[in-house]
């Protein structure tokens, strides 16, 4: 995930706003986007003006006192299962930095056009896009959500195949689960480290309530 520190708006061309956050530029036609028919499309195109037209999708999502904009998971996963021409194509800055979170009371300051009902941020969202962001290590998306064990060299304890098991059981128990969830910092939790296709990973975290999915930069779904 990435929760960027510093959000702003300005003026990119006549008519054309777009959205910042650290810096980098996340959305190119704001003026042009359609928030009331989710999936959005961040970059419309500017030629015809039609929010259909383009490619840099995103779904808004709620989670607690925060905002998703997320990969449009069911529409890629279809497009991908039924080997379609790609409509759909995410952001390619969500695609690169990971799911964007912020403050929702510092986004609406920028992006007013948010709607003020968003749906909430659901158990089996949130382990679809753990999958995203630890490619290939959970399977690649949209395949089955399980852990490739023949990545994983170690884990937080001695026995390896049971840390994965337990991983396995959590992605499991979440998966087509809509109940909602909320974004916590890991600060209270204990980050469960992995090393994984020569890298280090934090894919789970546990809490007083369990084991529960963990997301970089420190953000635990319970």
């Given at each position: 995930?990435?929760?960027?520190?510093?959000?702003?708006?300005?003026?990119?061309?006549?008519?054309?706003?777009?959205?910042?956050?650290?810096?980098?530029?996340?959305?190119?036609?704001?003026?042009?986007?359609?928030?009331?028919?989710?999936?959005?499309?961040?970059?419309?195109?500017?030629?015809?003006?039609?929010?259909?037209?383009?490619?840099?999708?995103?779904?808004?999502?709620?989670?607690?006192?925060?905002?998703?904009?997320?990969?449009?998971l069911d529409e890629l996963a279809r497009e991908i299962e039924e080997d379609r021409w790609p409509l759909?194509?995410?952001?390619?800055?969500?695609?690169?930095?990971?799911?964007?979170?912020?403050?929702?009371?510092?986004?609406?300051?920028?992006?007013?056009?948010?709607?003020?009902?968003?749906?909430?941020?659901?158990?089996?969202?949130?382990?679809?896009?753990?999958?995203?962001?630890?490619?290939?290590?959970?399977?690649?998306?949209?395949?089955?959500?399980?852990?490739?064990?023949?990545?994983?060299?170690?884990?937080?304890?001695?026995?390896?195949?049971?840390?994965?098991?337990?991983?396995?059981?959590?992605?499991?128990?979440?998966?087509?689960?809509?109940?909602p969830v909320t974004l916590l910092p890991d600060a209270t939790s204990e980050p469960l480290w992995f090393f994984a296709d020569d890298r280090d990973v934090y894919p789970a975290?546990?809490?007083?309530?369990?084991?529960?999915?963990?997301?970089?930069?420190?953000?635990?779904?319970?």
């Amino acid at each position: 995930m990435w929760k960027p520190a510093e959000l702003g708006r300005r003026r990119r061309s006549i008519g054309r706003d777009g959205l910042y956050a650290d810096g980098v530029e996340l959305a190119k036609t704001l003026d042009l986007s359609d928030w009331s028919d989710p999936p959005v499309n961040l970059e419309a195109c500017e030629m015809c003006g039609s929010p259909d037209c383009g490619g840099a999708f995103v779904s808004p999502r709620r989670a607690g006192d925060l905002v998703l904009l997320m990969p449009p998971l069911d529409e890629l996963a279809r497009e991908i299962e039924e080997d379609r021409w790609p409509l759909y194509r995410p952001s390619w800055t969500v695609a690169r930095h990971g799911v964007f979170v912020a403050d929702e009371a510092a986004l609406r300051r920028v992006l007013p056009e948010l709607p003020g009902q968003l749906p909430p941020f659901t158990r089996d969202e949130a382990v679809r896009c753990l999958q995203m962001e630890l490619d290939p290590l959970l399977g690649r998306f949209p395949a089955e959500l399980r852990v490739d064990r023949e990545r994983f060299v170690a884990g937080p304890g001695a026995d390896l195949a049971a840390d994965l098991d337990a991983l396995d059981a959590l992605l499991q128990a979440w998966r087509g689960s809509h109940r909602p969830v909320t974004l916590l910092p890991d600060a209270t939790s204990e980050p469960l480290w992995f090393f994984a296709d020569d890298r280090d990973v934090y894919p789970a975290a546990r809490t007083p309530d369990g084991l529960r999915p963990r997301f970089e930069p420190g953000l635990v779904a319970t």
